[in-house]
């Protein structure tokens, strides 16, 4: 029996392997076009930021051997063949044309056949695209260029405020460069937070030094046989190295012309078992689709996570056994400084385009005991649907574990849990791990409480318009007066809520209340201390000041 | 409508609040007998070790408001009676009497009444357990004297090597004491890990230069005036200190008195509703058993973390409400100096306990992207269902993040999830946070290999037993050279894994052969490679040598 596998990185490896393992007779061959196997273009922010000090590094197991391709024939029994690239498909005579360094054509036959061909970053039909110091993050031979240009001092621009974009923005500004980042979209992160999650991002990354610009499109890049400055519709940025890291696309050229379909997400199409229309012919990784495990639709996430999964799913069927692949959640997660960002299953806005009645909550607290020395602050953002009470997402912003709450939610939402059964989970606890009540069932807790019609919230982006409307309203911080005088929203009046039981009969019955503190606890209490008064129209804003991403006085 | 919570801690205080602000016309009491209320009972380790300065901080809200009996009563809305008793409980009248700091006795009508009378740490019956210098963890009061006793250079003889007793070993070791824990059973936190696992926390914490020991009975406890020694049956140790962690009992007298039924366990016996045998008592806390929700059984498992969920589902059932307490899983986490250890399920002694056919598996592993440069390693250890491949429980111990890893096999248990579907969790993946393949995915990888049969592993106490036995097969190192020079297991053969293919003529075909490397994946290659040149009896050792725990040859 004879696989070929076209793609030599985290899926092809996988998938090649594994087919080995569970087939020992199988002849396995990986072609791959580059010269470097099985790295982890994942680490590629990291070694521009100098904390992999060698791309070798990169391209090493867990224990420390680099993958070459004599790794890969020795000890795991596969061939491979580096800087071939396959050229064409011939399903009906099941052929594969490669052609090596050389220049030379060859064929090879195959039984079944595995694509990796995983996915190119998207190149922007921009006027100065070319210039030398343009990088995208991808290869590992242009990021050793990349990083020989990131000399502290310099200026760098980088184009896109997604994973990888703000994963670069890190890596030179703690290089010493001077860091722009510019972002077509409204907000940094589209699509994986929602407005008011980013902007709590968005300060930190400000803090660091860094420019961000968002709702910002790019015009041009411009220099005079080497990038100098980029010109946007809100200003020119001077730049030494420009980065662009505006997506992926799927590596999908061999598969269209060999006639394999392709999907309405324009990577190609398979089935549960990473088949694609030709039975003998499967694909994993960056280059096909998946689905979304919350809405059933289809989706292009490339993830190193999924391409593994999926690797080990199409390793055991090329090989001829039975096994799938069930899809993702979107989950995705990215560290830019001192804080942490991610999410899983749906934002806000991604739920209600997918049509759910949504709820939603907005909780910061502590990531441990707030009086164990090392916790730090998260944010929590919990979408779940006001129907069923399922949980539809989470996402986590702060400087403590956000990544363990994702994963939790991750995991409940994989069981399609409901926000009662996730107020119950039996969850690690100790101080140095979470306060009693982990972060996660806080959350819950507040959603049942809203869903219930007990908690009425209203988001900081709601208030805000009210504001800037000039709604009449009381904004009412229950806060106490220290915490006033530190830092405070400007209309809001202070009656600490200690004293709002004496001091209620101050505030207008005909009037709508909205109640507020440092995280949102103290403003449900005011909530159900003046509904026990007989007011009838009060509300606390979620997530109290933590999480208000507008002005501040202080 | 009157309610009555006995007890002031966290499940009492949650329970009171809940309860008002499900029916603010509720005329609400809690009484206790103690003069501190809702303090974090949790955090007394972190107090003495001075990690937390004052007491007081214990007893503050997340935003630093100390919860006194006037911010309950301005606050919540509830009226706290501290220094108060509850002496009797009359169901027929619906009455409790309480007696006062001045010993004077009153009655308390209720409705419902909530039982939160928590736990006291278990005195064993030991010549001198009255010395002072004896101390239990629990109480505000006793935490002050321990702490003021701990003075560094003295020495402390902790007994018992439980949650609790390796949380004080880290608190007094840290504050410059020389401390020995005893414990009565075979290893340390027994029940909550197997002993393998637990070999791997131990050598931690000798290396922290305190003295363990197992398997060690404590005959007396000697001193003139005041503690001197702990007599042992396997030596004595002198002690300025003694903190006795020997575990915690219910506080069932109140209720036993009162004619309520308590369970097998010893605990106040509720049912879903945390509904005593009189429908208008409810109980919630460490007074009171619950289910586990793996066996369905039974359990006694006081926690801070349940104590809080039943609290809330105490409050909203006595304040008219209808909701219901699931069960735990039995989770538990410690962090004892630079390691964490916890579990989540059954362990594999539980699990054969409960009648389980299991399937086990050891998997160390770095707990980030093996380049990324703050990655630790942590161990897991996996059990599953042999019949019908659901988890069953993990462990996990190391210096990395052991706790998402818990908190998410701890959802998936929940679900009652089998190691397919947790083998495919999307979970957040980016290098600083995991590898590609999560720890947790890569175990369940290995479990699905062992579970078809494909993979066949042998636990390092198996492959002790054979070795003491001088059972004759072959013992094959199958790491590099270079990690051999550094450390190796004694009687072990190298046969470096890229040199298996050539070199396996040499190997007897009569004899079995038990591969290992460091963590367990080229002690697997190694199996599939013999097996594919005709080899028979080859099995690879679970966990490599990173999870080996006896003797090495450095």
């Known amino acids: 029996m004879k696989i070929i596998v076209i793609g030599a990185n985290a899926a092809g490896a996988k998938a090649a392997s594994k087919a080995k393992r569970m087939n020992p007779s199988a002849e396995i061959t990986v072609v791959d076009r580059g010269s470097f196997i099985s790295y982890g273009a994942c680490g590629i922010p990291y070694y ?55 220049g030379e054509t060859s064929f090879l036959d195959y039984d079944k056949l595995v694509l990796t061909t995983g996915s190119s970053p998207v190149r922007p039909c921009l006027d100065g695209c070319g210039l030398p110091g343009v990088f995208t993050v991808k290869s590992i031979e242009e990021a050793v260029r990349l990083k020989e240009s990131a000399q502290s001092g310099k200026k760098a621009c980088v184009i896109g405020a997604g994973l990888i974009g703000l994963e670069v923005v890190e890596a030179l500004a703690e290089q010493g460069l001077q860091v722009t980042v510019v972002e077509l979209f409204g907000q940094i992160l589209p699509g994986l937070l929602d407005p008011e999650m980013a902007a709590l991002l968005e300060q930190h990354i400000r803090s660091k030094g860094v420019v961000t610009r968002s709702a910002c499109c790019v015009s041009s890049i411009k220099g005079n046989g080497r990038v100098e400055k980029v010109v946007t519709d809100n200003g020119e940025f001077e730049a030494d190295l420009v980065v662009l890291a505006v997506g992926a696309k799927p590596n999908v050229e061999l598969a269209k012309a060999a006639g394999l379909a392709i999907g309405e997400t324009g990577a190609i199409l ?34 190193g996570s999924s391409a593994n999964k999926q690797g080990r799913v199409v390793g055991i069927n090329a090989a001829g056994g039975d096994t799938t692949f069930a899809g993702v959640l979107g989950t995705a997660i990215v560290k830019v400084f001192d804080f942490s960002a991610g999410k899983t299953g749906l934002t806000e806005t991604a739920a209600r385009a997918a049509g759910y009645d949504v709820e939603t909550l907005l909780s910061p607290a502590p990531d441990k005991a707030h009086f164990y020395s090392t916790s730090k602050p998260i944010a929590l953002k919990m ?5 069923t009470g399922r949980l539809l997402g989470l996402q986590a912003v702060g400087a403590g574990a956000v990544d363990k709450r994702l994963d939790a939610a991750a995991t409940a939402l994989t069981f399609r849990a409901t926000v009662d059964q996730i107020a119950q989970l039996d969850l690690a606890y100790a101080p140095p791990y979470s306060a009693a009540m982990d972060n996660l069932i806080v959350a819950a807790d507040i959603m049942k409480n809203k869903l219930s019609g007990e908690a009425k919230g209203i988001s900081p982006r709601e208030v805000k318009a009210k504001l800037d409307n000039g709604d009449d309203f009381v904004f009412l911080d ?29 505030l207008p019955r005909d009037k709508e209340i909205i109640a507020f503190c440092k995280i949102s606890l103290r403003g449900y209490e005011a909530q159900k201390i003046l509904e026990s008064g007989g007011f009838k129209n009060v509300r606390f804003m979620d997530g109290g000041i933590l999480t208000w991403p507008y002005e501040l006085e202080k």
């Open 48 to 102: 521009i930021g100098n904390m992999v000090h060698d791309e070798k590094e990169l391209m090493k197991t867990p224990v420390g051997v680099v993958r070459t391709p004599e790794f890969f024939q020795k000890v795991k029994g596969v061939r491979v063949l580096t800087n071939t690239e396959a050229t064409e498909i011939d399903r009906k005579t099941k052929k594969v044309a490669i052609r090596d360094k050389a």
């Open 270 to 303: 398979v089935d549960d078992h990473m088949r694609t229309s030709d039975p003998d012919i499967f694909a994993a990784g960056d280059c096909c689709e998946t689905v979304n495990l919350v809405t059933g639709k289809k989706i292009y996430a490339p993830m």
């Open 383 to 387: 979408v779940a649907d006001k129907t």
């Open 478 to 506: 229950v806060r106490s007066p220290a915490e006033y005088e530190t830092v405070r929203i400007p209309g809001a009046k202070l009656v600490p809520l200690g004293a709002l039981r004496e001091k209620m009969e101050g």
